[in-house]
Antibody, heavy 117, light 112 residues
Framework: QVQLQESGPGLVKPSQTLSLTCTVS??????????WTWIRQHPGKGLEWIGY???????YYNPSLKSRITMSIDTSKNQFSLRVTSVTAADTAVYYC?????????WGQGTLVTVSS | DIVMTQSPDSLAVSLGERATINCKSS????????????LAWYQQKPGQPPTVLIY???IRKSGVPDRFSGSGSGTDFSLTISSLQAEDVAVYYCQQFYSTPWTFGQGTKVEI
């Protein structure tokens, strides 16, 4: 059974960088079959798709966030990561890492990141 | 971007009754080469991540009760819960994975 777990600071100051890591267990992140994905959900709101990274490092970022987003992957640790620069209160959200192969079939539990001074 | 619009925003249904949620995409999500609609439905309960119920518009994920069904093609889709159970209270989202950025509907809250 594949499991994903987000980790990272729960509080980030405005203008700083948000960094999250997703650790995958129960399956290899090196499989070429999946898109390793980040999705966020603002409090009480709907789902916003951030982007994905492929096992070989190829990425696709949502254009709405592209200028501030970087994703990376570490196959040796079975992890992938998200960085969001120059954060504001609008980046306060629950961040989910997930696995997608077309549909998004496995999700982490999510981690709340609050942007506040 | 493909815009996904769900209706209604919320729905109150009696136990045992049918619930239907609609999802309309701003352009077709039918992939002509394999005749599959690149659309999924998710259920999200409070404090939990979403879980996929239906993919390719009408294929029920293994383990999902058969009271959940998906239909539609092209730009118009529906999720039906044939006999609402208490555990089905949740927010339901459609999502297209036809073209990037993959996009979600705004969600439909189903209540008793």
């Amino acid at each position: 059974q594949v499991q994903l777990q987000e980790s990272g600071p729960g509080l980030v100051k405005p203008s700083q960088t948000l960094s999250l890591t997703c650790t995958v267990s129960g399956g290899s992140i090196s499989s070429g079959a999946y898109f390793w994905t980040w999705i966020r959900q603002h409090p009480g709101k709907g789902l916003e798709w951030i982007g994905y990274i492929f096992y070989n490092g190829n990425t696709y970022y949502n254009p709405s966030l592209k200028s501030r987003i970087t994703m990376s992957i570490d196959t040796s640790k079975n992890q992938f990561s998200l960085r969001v620069t120059s954060v504001t209160a609008a980046d306060t959200a629950v961040y989910y890492c997930a696995r997608a192969r077309g549909p998004t079939d496995y999700w982490g539990q999510g981690t709340l990141v609050t942007v506040s001074s | 971007d493909i815009v996904m619009t769900q209706s209604p925003d919320s729905l109150a249904v009696s136990l045992g009754e049918r619930a239907t949620i609609n999802c309309k995409s701003s352009q077709s999500v039918l992939y002509s080469s394999n005749n599959k609609n690149n659309l999924a439905w998710y259920q999200q309960k409070p404090g939990q991540p979403p879980t996929v119920l239906i993919y390719w518009a009408s294929i029920r994920k293994s383990g999902v009760p058969d009271r959940f069904s998906g239909s539609g093609s092209g730009t118009d889709f529906s999720l039906t819960i044939s006999s609402l159970q208490a555990e089905d209270v949740a927010v339901y989202y459609c999502q297209q994975f036809y073209s990037t950025p993959w996009t979600f509907g705004q969600g439909t809250k189903v209540e008793i």
